[in-house]
């Protein structure tokens, strides 16, 4: 049986100075929640109950399926906010895993030690970080491999103050026994707050075993203002830099190179410095992504080469071998193999076959103002420089388009569209025009 994750989000952090919850920042293209939810599920949850308050709807609406919510009216602490998933969770009998919505470094595998220690005997484990700088933390009090209890940095004594093994905000233990010692805690302390970490003290009086699983330091990188959150994100990219490269993909300057969340990256993939990634981005093997690419919401096929200066929108599929160039924008539109739009285009909202060529400077004029219009171009077309196709429009296999081209009706299979004004040479006239204004110039 799998375990039920409750993340505490209720908080303002009035220290983000900001209208919207803290855990819905964005920390490499996706809200903070969003981090913890990926390595929850990562990690096998059965159920996870989210602890909304601040702007709970916005939170809530964000989470849709994904999660459950309580509320938390007054936030009164955290031991107060983990006990409103107590009627959520009346009817699960396995573990549950308290963790911080603003914590987005937990790793699943420290999940899984929790639990694995859990199995091992202990009733209750916690997850700890040993740091140089222990401020603001709660200190964990442990003999042998024993915890006894988790003292809040505003209720240490001296001594207990230079303990530098601190609480991460990871406890897990059976729900049902979980939520028996919340409902024992008090407000007794410097902030007048039920805190979660008292669990262990009360756990302790009752003769239950207690353990503490150890993590890395950058696991407990938490954000409580916009300096921390933007050294979350160094984080975060340095991780994922690293890890990309570590699957194969080459980076020439990876310090230039932004991930999501939810990047996608494969083997063989060259990215070239300055490059964007939004969220949903895919990318298949041997692709060639050149500089000062934005790419977000797309997918790359095999050996395709994008950029320099491309930006690909929600929508954009190029397909394997497909090329797309400089100052091109693409949205919603799907480009078959070996397809290219390779110089100052705008294709949006449009289907376009396999080795088809779309000319310079062409734009795909999808918006009338009101609607979208959707256009779909066959197999081998090849689309004149400067032609705008005035959406919705159907194009067959092999058709070609004059260069200029305003297209506003669709195009046969193999025919051949003009659609400009035709050329008038006038003899010796340009010279003479232009003598004529040089003289009037003196
Ligand atoms: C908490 C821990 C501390 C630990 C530190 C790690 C407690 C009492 N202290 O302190 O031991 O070292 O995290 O970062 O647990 N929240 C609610 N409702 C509330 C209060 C908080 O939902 O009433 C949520 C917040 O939105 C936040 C999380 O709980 O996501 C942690 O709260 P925060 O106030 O940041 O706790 P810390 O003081 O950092
Ligand atoms: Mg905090």
Redesign the pocket.
Known sequence: MGFAAII????K?SRMKSAIP??MHKLASAPMIDHVLASTEAAGAARNVV?V?FEGKMLKNHLGPRAETVW?NE????G??ALQAREKLADFDGDAIVL????PFVRPETMRAVLAKRSNGFDLVAVGFDTPSPSG??RMLVQGDALEA?V?HKDCTPAQLEITL????VIAAPAKLLFSLLEQVDSNNANGEI???DVVSIARKAGLRCGVVICPAEEAT?I?SRAQLAEAERVFQAQARAAAMENGCTLIAPETVHFALDTVIGADVLIEPNVFFGPGVSVENGAHIKAFCHLQGCHIAQDAIIGPFARLRPGAEIGASGRVGNFVEIKNAVLGDGAKVNHLSYVGDAGIGADSNIGAGVIFCNYDGVFKHHSKLGERVFVGSNSALVSPVEIGDDALIGTGTVVTEDIGAGDLALARAKQVNKKGRGKRLMDMLRAKKK
């Open positions: 505490l989000a209720a908080g952090g803290k855990v602890v308050g938390q936030q009164n602490g955290t107060h906010a911080y919505g603003d914590g933390y709660g988790i809040e601190c609480n991460l905000g805190y979660l970490t938490s409580n």
